[in-house]
């Protein structure tokens, strides 16, 4: 990878142009070269597989809503493979396997893990709150398991818990969006610290919230729905997206 320009860049207000041109170029990148977007997707198609699989094992399937809900949270971290491939592909380098996955794997020295750590945090937080959310709400009532009981949530106080609840995911979730839609791909294209990556997103996300609060329930929703049939759609979606951020975070930037 070339030397990577020092400092974060100047960040201007995506307009509506940006986000579809972004999904075109994310389109046209997965097109050119399906194989990396297959095989990063696949890796978070098995994460998400495996955690199904743990909460159906052990009669534990109440936490997968918190699972599906949440599970999103952690897609850019599958992405980053797919940004480097749109970063060779626009900088006309060529696509080599080895070369990509080296990059990725390179970040474990830089700053991207202390991103992921806040994230993962958020996401275990999440977890746990939503425990605290059921127990509010429904403490008089076991933890029912979504394969075989779904009369609690039907009940008034489970539907005040699904309300209550989406709502603080919402939050959780603008956050971690707010944090990583330009974070993220910053961390990857510039020499720059997390904490710096991360401000100048949210405060980006803040400067122009409707356009990236739509962006982002436009992705959420996307994705939820790809969950749908055993995480397959995934294999479609979440390189086309991740391509897509890739491009939207390019157009927004200033040039070094």
């Not at 990396?36 to 159906?56: K, N, Q, R």
């Amino acid at each position: 990878m070339a030397t990577r320009p020092q400092g974060a860049p100047a960040l201007r207000p995506p307009s509506f142009g940006d986000l579809t041109a972004s999904l075109t170029q994310g389109v046209r990148d997965f097109a050119a070269a399906p194989v990396f977007g297959l095989f990063f997707a696949s890796v978070y198609v098995a994460v998400g597989l495996a955690m199904a699989w743990v909460t159906y094992v052990t009669g534990t399937t109440f936490w997968l809503i918190l699972a599906v809900l949440g599970f999103p949270l952690i897609g850019a971290f599958a992405a980053l493979g797919l940004y480097e491939t749109s970063r060779r592909r626009q900088a006309g380098e060529p696509l080599n396997f080895v070369d990509v996955v080296a990059v990725v794997w390179a970040q474990k020295n830089g700053q991207l893990p202390w991103l992921a750590v806040m994230v993962v945090v958020l996401f275990l937080f999440w977890f746990f709150l939503g425990h605290m959310i059921f127990a509010l709400f429904l403490g008089l009532s076991p933890m029912t398991n979504v394969s075989s009981s779904l009369d609690v949530y039907l009940s008034r106080d489970g539907l005040m818990m699904l309300g209550f609840g989406s709502l603080v995911g919402a939050g959780f979730a603008t956050l971690t969006f707010a944090m990583s839609v330009l974070g993220m791909p910053m961390l990857l294209d510039r020499d720059v610290d997390f904490v710096t990556a991360l401000t100048r997103s949210i405060a980006a996300v803040a400067q122009t919230p409707l356009t990236y609060i739509g962006w982002g329930a436009f992705v959420a929703l996307v994705t939820l729905l790809a969950m749908l049939p055993a995480f397959l759609g995934l294999f479609l979606v979440l390189p086309i997206l991740g391509h897509a951020t890739w491009h939207l975070y390019k157009r927004v930037a200033e040039p070094a």
